[in-house]
């Protein structure tokens, strides 16, 4: 009766000890696992926001454009007044020449 209670003790530290090396392991398993999984977090985010910086720069660029076409259109339209002015300037100059000639 003492043996099997010592070999019944044995057996329960026997498996007391692969529990906690099972539970060692999985803890391990456990760990790599989340580490794994913030590491392709960590990169996924980082890959969403290079595309995010991407995008916004593409459309900062394309605004940038829009901006120094307007501008250009606005320069275009000015220069044509101010030739139109001198047309007229010249025109009303050539008359008085014309009115002093006579």
């Not at 057996?11 to 906690?20: C, R």
């Amino acid at each position: 009766m003492v043996v099997d209670t010592i070999q019944s003790i044995k057996d329960t530290e026997k498996k007391a000890d692969e529990i906690i090396k099972q539970a060692d392991q999985e803890s391990k398993d456990i760990l790599t696992k989340a580490t794994q999984e913030a590491s392709k977090l960590k990169e996924d985010a980082k890959i969403s926001s290079t595309k995010k910086a991407a995008a916004d720069l593409e459309e900062a660029k394309a605004q940038g454009n829009q901006v120094l076409q307007q501008q250009e259109e606005n320069t275009k339209n000015e220069i044509k007044g101010l030739n139109e002015k001198v047309k007229e300037k010249e025109n009303e100059a050539i008359q008085l020449i014309l009115e002093g000639l006579v």
